[in-house]
Nanobody, 115 residues
Framework: QVQLEESGGALVQPGESLRLACVVS????????VAWYRRGVDKSRAWVGG???????DYEDAVKGRFSISRDNSKKTIYLQMNNLKPEDTGVYYC?????????WGQGTQVTVNS
């Protein structure tokens, strides 16, 4: 049974940083490919960025240069480092792991950027 669990969300002020973590448990092989999504105030879930099994990362334009994704294979954990946070980054952040048998999502972690 594959499970994903996000952590690290918090209330921060604009300009501050946060690091989110996504732990993948279960039978997935490493290295893991994982994507991060954000559900904002409009309730739509938007892709933020992702990392492939080969280690290639990609990001939405709004976060390029501020966010970065990395992973620790030994811990089966993918990180989303978020720097210079802005109010529009506010939302619930989810990680997603796609496999041949389906998509797996975590429960989400809340990030609020508010002065």
């Amino acid at each position: 049974q594959v499970q994903l669990e996000e952590s690290g969300g918090a209330l921060v002020q604009p300009g501050e940083s946060l690091r989110l973590a996504c732990v993948v448990s279960g039978g997935s092989t490493i290295p893991l490919s994982v994507a991060w999504y954000r559900r904002g105030v409009d309730k739509s879930r938007a892709w933020v960025g992702g990392i492939t099994t080969g280690g290639t990362t990609d990001y939405e334009d709004a976060v390029k240069g501020r966010f970065s994704i990395s992973r620790d294979n030994s811990k089966k954990t993918i990180y989303l480092q978020m720097n210079n946070l802005k109010p529009e980054d506010t939302g619930v952040y989810y990680c997603r792991h796609a496999r041949s048998d389906g998509d797996y999502w975590g429960q989400g972690t809340q990030v609020t950027v508010n002065s």
